[in-house]
């Protein structure tokens, strides 16, 4: 059982406390199949509130977009209380004027979308959530409150590249940030952002299945004696061996074509092994968070691993973007599905954050490797050497073997072998290359001298 307060501006001078029970909690919550909402406010998360906004408008619904410039400044000038009270007004008020009073969604720091009946008054909508704000301004001011309806023609779309096509400017509505930001700017744009977006959907399905890409190999040595003991499977698009996947990569994520992706790297790098087994190569492939949850990507990669049990002497598994692992008791079943058939797992970008904490506690790993900007931000720190040797530390009490990344330097190298740091990559022991032997041949010894 919880409470929730709100204000309603038509009503001035009067305070609401809605009292909800954990059933109604739970109905709003994540417990939808597929929905994230946000308990408190009822208001959809940003990927979910994409996907229902696709499926209302085809119903004949339409689409708007609230920002609220300021509005994380004033939040953070009000109490916890405040702050509550706040969020349930704005969602209160959204969620009244939704096609089925369930049609919102908070998609970042003071930016909404709303899917609403045709012809909705888009300035009162306006008026009436600023003068909410000003209730917890004690300069009456409140936030501005801009909204702007969005004109989308859906015509030869299919719904599932509709829904992915919005989530991705959705994001780019919510990562616009300053005074010359306009909704009605995004608003106007948005049906030949989606279009763009839908049009580098098929593109990157195109290559994906068409395997157009390729492997670069980035070697991982051993800290004191140099010797490589795998090499990480990094993807180069386009035969472009200087120009960073970022950008590809980053768009899979946003929408959703990662664990598409993830597959047909894996599959390319199975085909690689068969290839040239007789070397004994082994070589870690790098799986999304997004992916460790994805039944369809879990059932592939089993049905190929099982193919071919040999492949676990020679294949590595590196979970990357950690953040976006949704259920870390899901993900680690995942991890432990793999280390039962043989395969050791890797957790990247560890001490990039608190939350690798939680995730080193719950996800049962073999390897962690330790985030390239916290290795180099340790080296300056004033305690950055201790608070190195005790990562380290922590891990070798857990039998967890540890990676720096970006090692660039002489000074680098040193540093984490002082730190207790077993394995090593970064650009001081050579590029990314298609040729893995390559950087054997290049290899400076007198650093392992």
Not at 84 to 92: D, K, M
Not at 208 to 214: E, I, V
Not at 281 to 291: L, Q, R
Not at 301 to 328: C, G, P, Y
């Amino acid at each position: 059982m919880a409470f929730a307060g709100y204000v309603m501006p038509d009503l001035k001078d009067h305070f609401f406390l809605a009292l909800r029970t954990q059933a109604h909690l739970d109905e709003k919550g994540d417990t939808e199949e597929g929905v994230k909402r946000d308990k408190s406010t009822g208001l959809l998360s940003g990927d979910s509130f994409s996907e229902m906004a696709v499926k209302k408008l085809q119903g004949g619904g339409e689409l708007t977009l609230v920002n609220m410039p300021g509005f994380q400044d004033f939040y953070n000038t009000l109490n916890e209380d405040e702050r509550q009270v706040l969020l349930n007004t704005v969602g209160t008020t959204l969620r009244a004027n939704s096609l089925g009073r369930d049609s919102a969604g908070e998609v970042g720091d003071g930016k909404f979308g709303i899917v609403h009946e045709a012809g909705m008054d888009v300035a009162a909508l306006e008026a009436k959530i600023a003068e909410a704000t000003k209730a917890f301004d004690p300069t009456g001011k409140g936030v501005e409150v801009q909204a702007a309806t969005v004109e989308l023609d859906m015509t030869g779309v299919n719904e599932g590249d509709l829904a992915k096509g919005l989530v991705y400017t959705i994001n780019h509505f919510k990562e616009q940030v300053g005074d010359s930001f306009n909704v009605k700017d995004i608003a106007g744009n948005m049906d030949k952002l989606v279009k763009e977006a839908v049009q580098s959907l098929n593109n990157f399905r195109a290559l994906t299945a068409g395997n157009d890409f390729q492997i670069a190999f980035h070697p991982i040595l051993d800290a004191r004696t140099g010797a490589v003991h795998h090499y990480e499977a990094l993807v180069r698009f386009n035969g472009n061996f200087e120009e960073s996947p970022y950008k590809y990569i980053t768009f899979a994520e946003e929408t959703g074509l990662i664990t598409e992706f993830d597959i047909a790297m894996a599959r390319k790098c199975v085909d690689w092994l068969r290839k040239n087994r007789s070397d004994k190569v082994s070589i870690a492939v790098n799986i999304s968070g997004m992916s460790v949850g994805n039944e369809m990507y879990i059932k592939d990669l089993h049905a190929m691993l099982d193919a071919d049990t040999w492949l676990r002497n020679f294949l590595v598994f590196e979970i990357t973007e950690s953040a976006r692992v949704a259920d870390l008791v899901q993900a680690n079943n995942f991890v432990q599905g793999l280390r039962k058939k043989g395969f050791h797992v890797c957790l990247d970008d560890f001490g990039a954050g608190a939350a690798s904490f939680q995730y080193l506690s719950v996800l049962e790993v073999d390897v962690v490797k330790l985030d390239g900007s916290a290795v180099k931000n340790a080296q300056t720190a004033p305690k950055g050497r201790a608070f190195m040797r005790a990562l380290t530390t922590l891990c070798k009490t857990m039998d967890v073997e540890t990676i720096a990344e970006m090692v660039d330097s002489k000074e680098g190298l040193e540093f984490v072998r002082d730190c207790g740091v077993e394995y090593v990559q970064g650009f001081l022991f050579g590029k990314p290359d298609a040729d893995p032997w390559s950087f054997i041949k290049k290899l400076d010894r007198k650093l392992f001298g």
